[in-house]
Nanobody, 119 residues
Framework: QLQLVESGGGLVQAGGSLRLSCAAS????????MGWFCQAPGKEREFVAA????????YYADFVKGRFTISRDNVKNTAYLQMNSLRPEDTAVYYC????????????WGPGTQVTVSS
């Protein structure tokens, strides 16, 4: 069973940076897509970024393009979300998720990590 665990959240001032990590275990990570989502208080969870594990191809939501970078370490089975130029509106719980490339929906989710950006 695939398990995901996020880390790296915390409190940062506006304009600062954080790097989130998502460690995957339980399966061989090859034909999967790893994604990051965020959910702010009172809002629905929304897509942030994703990476195809085998090719490294990346996808971003418009509101993070140019500020966030998703990457992965094949050896460590870990995905990262480098977040720069953080804004108070980026405050949310950030979740990593995974799905097999052929699936439409993300089947595996981590418990989430809180990111708080102060103004």
């Amino acid at each position: 069973q695939l398990q995901l665990v996020e880390s790296g959240g915390g409190l940062v001032q506006a304009g600062g940076s954080l790097r989130l990590s998502c460690a995957a275990s339980g399966v061989t990570f090859s034909s999967h897509i790893m994604g990051w989502f965020c959910q702010a208080p009172g809002k629905e969870r929304e897509f942030v970024a994703a990476i195809a594990w085998s090719s490294g191809y990346t996808y971003y939501a418009d509101f993070v393009k140019g500020r966030f970078t998703i990457s992965r370490d094949n050896v460590k089975n870990t995905a990262y979300l480098q977040m720069n130029s953080l804004r108070p509106e980026d405050t949310a719980v950030y979740y990593c998720a995974a799905r097999r490339t052929r699936d439409r929906d993300y089947s595996y989710w981590g418990p989430g990590t809180q990111v708080t950006v102060s103004s």
